[in-house]
DNA sequence: ACAACTTTGTTTATCCAATAGACAAACAAA
DNA sequence: TTTGTTTGTCTATTGGATAAACAAAGTTGT
């Protein structure tokens, strides 16, 4: 491992990424303004302006009004200088999108997936994911990536080593996707693609440190610290849904006992609703709750109330600006929401001095896409900083 | 807040840091070997390393042995340039050290405490901390900065928010200090501050990533991850005592149910070995335990496989390299380790995979200690890259 | 309408850290 | 001795950032 030394190159790097990044977060914005808020001198930026220019990254977009002076030239981001495909691998859906550089929505395509073989599907990805590609314009940088979200345990070289229900196992998507299209693809754990998708264009714009809880047939979880998706010491981590929450509760298929997506997860509460005579659907259930079924309601109310214990439990490890729920069960937030504050109010230490505010994903069912594309934007930003 | 931009004072920072590093791991080193391991010029080196001369941080100590050619002049750090105090308060003692810059105690102090009344713990920590700083020999940087490890919470300014043991509430230690001694001053945890020690000193050496449960009265945690500790969103965490691990056990002081701490911690020991009709009191249990009592060996079982519950949770949350159990329990390692192992192994995902290590602390009752001096030390450090 | 002041963005000369390459000193081995 | 190697310094060059001067393009007060 090489040690990276200073040099005026990674000056240049670095300064570049600040221009880029001030225009990012407050175009339009003039030389002038950049170089207040930066720090750099105007001449530096009037420099590195020109030379994000030059490589298509940035554009004039005419005058701004002056305040008592020369009028300033506003500068602003091209979106449309490349595109990004992120796609969302289901358990029986393939769901994809087109953006632009800044996310906007170019294309989207969905197809329901039959059996979730992991030859079979990587035979249906092949031509969704080309289509999609096909969608976008001429761009200067073309399409720079392919963000992929699957639920399983993904390691570091972007194979998925375990997707229970998928039934996958070792499964090298990365590598596979990359071959054929030849372009960077980058392949992360669904709940985590969720969280940056949230992060980035949801709910959770702008917030720091962010634990996204993706409540689905299992429990899955993001974590954004400090800006960044954060992944334990060897890459997958995230497993907060084996939390044990009960020492001595019932074995979980991981081994350990009395886990968190035991009692909180979608799979519990259907589990629940067959015991009790209900059908085995979550959609009936929810029709149910919303005609007042009192039955139905309690056992929403006893979902709520474990998923509170969960989060009390992530507040108090990791002390978030914000706790976001997502994934099928937030579709049921009416039935669950006062259970799960209440809960987390009474079990997380010092809930209220802290500030921790506890939302519902706002992208739907399109959390995981975006944040996927998210992570193909992310990736070529950064690949523009170091180089 | 303003961004950092890149200027050439910045480079050589970065680069005379790298120096640094490089000769504080594998000195003595020679200016040519420098060159090779950094990637820097000869001449940089060169530079960089006269400036490190000049400023007192590194000498020269004589040739080295030549491989054909000029003998190399070899380069070691001064660890005497300066020195670092560490204070371990603790709820009926006072521990402080003075240490050299490298870590070596060069003078060492106990006090018992009476009451842990704030005000009167400061009148005996001021001619405490005095006494030591006395002890250190000239040198050109003098005392660098004084560490302080405290059982309570501590936010970001060094003030202890909360500390029950001691009935401490919102005192500013940190300030106080600062007034008194006019160096800087550190405080932090004390579950902090002795996965610091044990990370630089003691059984964590060179570990990336590293958690240490500190079990005492309570469990206190302090999280080792890429390197540095990790604090949480809003500075203090670490609460991972906390976690519940019995949804509907019993009412914990913090609000919440069932924390870890309630079942695991020397507490739960105690409280468990006075129903039973033994003495309240660690070294009597412990006595016992080795005398073949079979009913404390139960007990100690018991706390052991709690004790893994909480910490299965831990590694299936961070995924840490090690786990490190530290404090007064770890005592009793030969009887509580065969329970902690089985639990761990059995309930988090992929243990062995994982190459996780369970560890006990190497310092004993030091670990504290060492790394209030270390955070003092750290400081120092990071103060010169920064200026 | 005009002078005076402002703001914007470029140009110029300067500074400074890193670097390659030349070089001298110091040494081992043949 | 001779030859080749290693170490560390010296010199000229490169390339970014910067301050200061400046031109261009405004606004505002009278």
Same mark, same amino acid.
């Given at each position: 491992m090489k040690t990276t030394t200073g040099d005026? /190159?990674?000056?240049?790097?670095?300064?570049?990424?600040? =221009?880029l990044e001030a225009i990012l977060q407050a175009e339009p914005l003039s030389r002038a303004k950049i170089s207040e808020i930066t720090g750099?001198?105007?001449?530096?930026?009037?420099?590195?302006?020109?030379?994000?220019?030059?490589?298509?990254l940035v554009r004039e977009i005419g005058t701004g009004v002056s305040s008592g002076g020369r009028k300033p030239v506003m500068l602003e981001f091209i979106a449309? /200088?490349?595109?990004?495909?992120?796609?969302?691998?289901? =358990?029986n859906y393939l769901r994809g999108v087109l953006t632009d550089l800044r996310g906007a929505i170019i294309a989207e395509k969905k197809l329901p997936l039959q059996a979730p073989d992991a030859d079979e599907v990587f035979n249906v990805l092949r031509p969704f994911i080309q289509t999609l590609m096909e969608k976008a314009p001429q761009s200067p940088f073309g399409i720079v990536g392919i963000g992929v979200g699957v639920p399983g345990l993904v390691d570091r070289a972007g194979s998925v080593l375990f997707a229970p229900n998928m039934g996958w196992r070792d499964v090298p998507l990365k590598e596979a996707l990359s071959r054929t299209f030849g372009i960077p693809v980058m392949v992360d754990n669904e709940a985590n693609v969720g969280a940056l998708g949230e992060r980035m264009f949801g709910i959770g714009r702008g917030i720091s440190n962010m634990v996204y809880v993706s409540v689905g047939i299992g429990i899955g979880t993001g974590l954004i610290l400090h800006r960044t998706l954060y992944k334990g010491a060897s890459g997958f981590s995230g497993e907060l849904g084996h939390l044990s929450v009960e020492a001595h509760g019932r074995p979980c298929r991981c081994g350990n006992r009395g886990c968190w997506e035991l009692y909180a997860s979608e799979q519990a509460l259907l589990e629940q609703a067959e015991a009790a005579g209900y059908p085995r659907d979550l959609d009936e259930l929810l029709e149910a709750a919303e005609a007042g079924d009192e039955q139905v309601l309690a056992m929403l109310r006893g979902i709520g109330e474990y998923l509170g214990v969960g989060i009390s439990n992530i507040v108090n490890v990791f002390n978030p600006d914000a706790v976001v729920i997502g994934n099928r069960m937030s579709r049921a937030q009416p039935w669950l929401e006062e259970a799960v504050t209440q809960t987390v109010e009474q079990r997380a230490l010092g809930f209220h001095l802290r500030g921790v505010h506890l939302l519902y994903a706002e992208l739907g069912d399109r959390s995981a896409v975006m944040g996927a594309a998210e992570l193909a934007i992310a990736a070529f930003f950064e690949r523009l900083k170091s180089a």
């Open positions: 005026q /190159a990674l000056i240049k790097r670095m300064n570049t990424a600040i =221009v750099l001198n105007k001449a530096t930026v009037s420099s590195l302006v020109q030379d994000l220019i030059d490589n298509q449309t /200088a490349g595109y990004a495909v992120g796609v969302d691998i289901g =358990v």
